[in-house]
Every structure is written in structure tokens, then in C-alpha cells.
């Protein structure tokens, strides 16, 4: 059976994530009630740095729910929240240029962003079948894994957990060099400078900090499966 130290390393993390995710929306709601001097709305942030990096083949489109924003590489779409597609602060601005950000790695072929896509396939597989060896593992199908069948449906999980750690730690660059982007081209085209530009950087900060929460998650928990494997196979 997996032990309580799979239950305190997901309560740890999950509590991690919460804290973070809740800090994140805190910063959000606090950006978004200041408003940005060009009075400009996210939507047209959005189409003003499209325009600014020549790419003419995105769309830029208001999608639903709250942080929802991202950018779509099958459709070429920039898909921005209400608050953000609407809104005319700070807030919407770096969110909204944070996800042209991508549209912009897309357009140049980012290195990391292609190796993510490229990834997709094979977190997506995982996903799927994650959960069954999971509950075999729960419900003790798996436990002796120092047997053949036991140790290879052991070594599978450890491998899918091992996809989404591997997916997790390639999202990080790829979410920076968007913020970067993003800030980088808010203080060059004059968007945002001094306090606003700090404020957009802040924002940002957060958004970046859920991913790498994320990461290190899905890092401890492939070293832990990883780990309990290879106990077991020493038994």
C-alpha cells in the first residue's frame, strides 16, 4: 500500500499551491483596480504588440472564466479572460502581453515552447492512464513489486510521473520568457514605465511562481515514486 509519506508530500504541495494560486489572485485583483495611463484595454495591448512583432495571423479573442487566459498555438489565438480582454489596468496590460508573449516564441519557433508542444502527445497519454496504476497501487495490485508483472506496472507509473515532472520543469523557461517579453516590450513601446512597469513585473512574479510551485511538485513526486521503486525492486 503507499505509505503516509505520499499523503504528506501531496498535502505539503497541494497547501503549497493554494497558498501561491491565492496570492496570485490577490495580486491580480489589486492590479486590476489601477488603471494604466494610456488607458488602453488588454484586447487592444494585445493587438498592439502583435502588431509591434509583425504577426499578423493571430487572433485575439475574449474567452471565459477568470484567469483563463492563454495562448492557443493550433488556432493561432490569443485567448483573454473578460477582466483582462476588457480591462484597461495594469493587471490586464502584463496579462494580456504576458500571453502575446507566447504568440510571439510561436512566431520565432522558441526552442523551449516547440519542445513543449511536442510533449503534449506524451503528457497527455500518461494522464490517461496515470490514475489506473494508481489505483492499482492503492488498492495494492501493485505492491509486490519486486515481482516481474508488479515491478513493470510500478515502472510504468514511475514513468508517466516522470512525463509530467519532465513537462512541469519545461513550462518554467518557456513562462519566463514570456513575462520577459511581455515587460520588455511594455517599457520599450512606452506601455508601462516607473511604478506601472513595476507593478506589471509584480503581477507577473506571481503568475510565474504557480508554475514553478507546480514544478516542484511534480518533481517530489516522481523522485518519491521513482525512489519506492527502486526499494522495492532491491527488496
Do not use: C
Not at 501531496?10 to 488603471?35: N, W
Not at 508517466?160 to 519566463?176: D, H, K, N, R, W
Amino acid at each position: 500500500m503507499v505509505d503516509m509519506w505520499y499523503f504528506a508530500i501531496l498535502g505539503v504541495f497541494s497547501i503549497l499551491g493554494m497558498v501561491v494560486g491565492g496570492r496570485l489572485k490577490s495580486k491580480f485583483a489589486h492590479y486590476s483596480k489601477v488603471p494604466v495611463s494610456n488607458g488602453k484595454s488588454g484586447k487592444e495591448v494585445a493587438e498592439d504588440m502583435l502588431r509591434y512583432y509583425g504577426i499578423h495571423d493571430v487572433q485575439v479573442l475574449q474567452g471565459q472564466g477568470y484567469l483563463s487566459d492563454h495562448y492557443n498555438p493550433a488556432n493561432k489565438t490569443v485567448n483573454l479572460s473578460p477582466d483582462v480582454y476588457n480591462g484597461r489596468s495594469i493587471g490586464a496590460a502584463s496579462v494580456s502581453a504576458h500571453e502575446v508573449g507566447h504568440a510571439v516564441q510561436h512566431a520565432q519557433a522558441y526552442s523551449m515552447l516547440t519542445l513543449r508542444s511536442r510533449l503534449v502527445p506524451l503528457i497527455q497519454f500518461s494522464s490517461s492512464i496515470q490514475q489506473f496504476l494508481f489505483m492499482g497501487v492503492m488498492l495494492g495490485i501493485v505492491s509486490g513489486i519486486g515481482s516481474a508483472f508488479g515491478g513493470t506496472l510500478m515502472l510504468i507509473l514511475v514513468g508517466t510521473f516522470g512525463a509530467t515532472a519532465l513537462f512541469s520543469v519545461v513550462t518554467l523557461p518557456v513562462e519566463f520568457d514570456a513575462s520577459n517579453r511581455a515587460l520588455a516590450w511594455l517599457d520599450e513601446s512606452g506601455y508601462m514605465q516607473g511604478s506601472e512597469h513595476d507593478g506589471a513585473k509584480d503581477a507577473l512574479w506571481w503568475a510565474a511562481m504557480t508554475y514553478v510551485a507546480s514544478a516542484l511538485g511534480a518533481l517530489v513526486m516522481f523522485l518519491y515514486f521513482l525512489l519506492r521503486f527502486m526499494g522495492g525492486s532491491n527488496d
